[in-house]
């Protein structure tokens, strides 16, 4: 499978935000992202972005993080999980999390702490890795895998 790696450092959450918009704008259906990084390192705010590119509203858009999911329906359906209150792959199969992903089968599944069940994702992803560099800045990682997502970084980094 084609591969490509990206990496960028926002100065800020609109950075992020719009960094995120650029990909959503471009994410067709069955589209799974990954997103990796500590806490507050900025998922969420990413993920508000790719809602956007997707034409939703980011006052729609919170950590889902009692309810495991949210749902957002845009240009596509966005099933939003943060798996914050889950420990691993195991645990992830008992809160459905398959479920989930078979249900953005046409849409986008947007997924916060993903480290913990990447094995049950599909081989075709885009792993977004957050890093910490200052308070307002961070080191994004892009690692696409699958034509699509290669594309998609492709045409980010030309722009
Ligand atoms: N460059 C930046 N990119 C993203 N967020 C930033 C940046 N600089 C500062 N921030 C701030 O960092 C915080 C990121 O919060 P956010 O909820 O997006 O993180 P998170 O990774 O989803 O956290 P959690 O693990 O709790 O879900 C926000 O308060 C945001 O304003
Ligand atoms: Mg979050």
């Known amino acids: 499978m084609s591969e490509r790696l990206s990496s960028v450092v926002t100065r800020g959450p609109s950075a992020t935000r719009e960094l995120g918009e650029r990909i959503g704008e471009e994410l067709g259906p069955g589209s799974v992202i990954a997103l990796i990084g500590?806490?507050?390192?900025?998922?969420?705010?990413?993920?508000?972005?790719?809602?956007?590119?997707?034409a939703i509203p980011k006052k729609q858009v919170n950590s889902p993080t009692f309810a495991f999911v949210n749902e957002?329906?845009?240009?596509?359906?966005?099933?939003?999980?943060?798996?914050?209150?889950?420990e691993d792959a195991s645990t992830g199969l008992d809160v459905?999390?398959?479920?989930?992903?078979?249900?953005?089968?046409?849409?986008?599944?947007?997924?916060?702490?993903?480290?913990?069940?990447?094995?049950?994702?599909?081989?075709?992803?885009?792993?977004?890795?957050?890093?910490?560099?200052?308070?307002r800045k961070r080191r994004i990682e892009l690692a696409a895998s699958g034509a699509r997502f290669v594309r998609i970084l492709r045409h980010l980094e030309s722009r």
């Open 38 to 54: 500590e806490l507050g390192c900025g998922k969420t705010c990413f993920t508000k972005g790719i809602c956007a590119g997707l």
């Open 96 to 135: 459905g999390i398959m479920d989930y992903l078979a249900r953005a089968r046409n849409g986008v599944a947007v997924v916060e702490w993903a480290e913990k069940v990447l094995p049950l994702l599909p081989d075709e992803r885009l792993v977004v890795r957050f890093e910490f560099l200052s308070a």
């Open 72 to 86: 957002y329906h845009g240009r596509l359906l966005v099933l939003h999980l943060d798996l914050y209150r889950i």
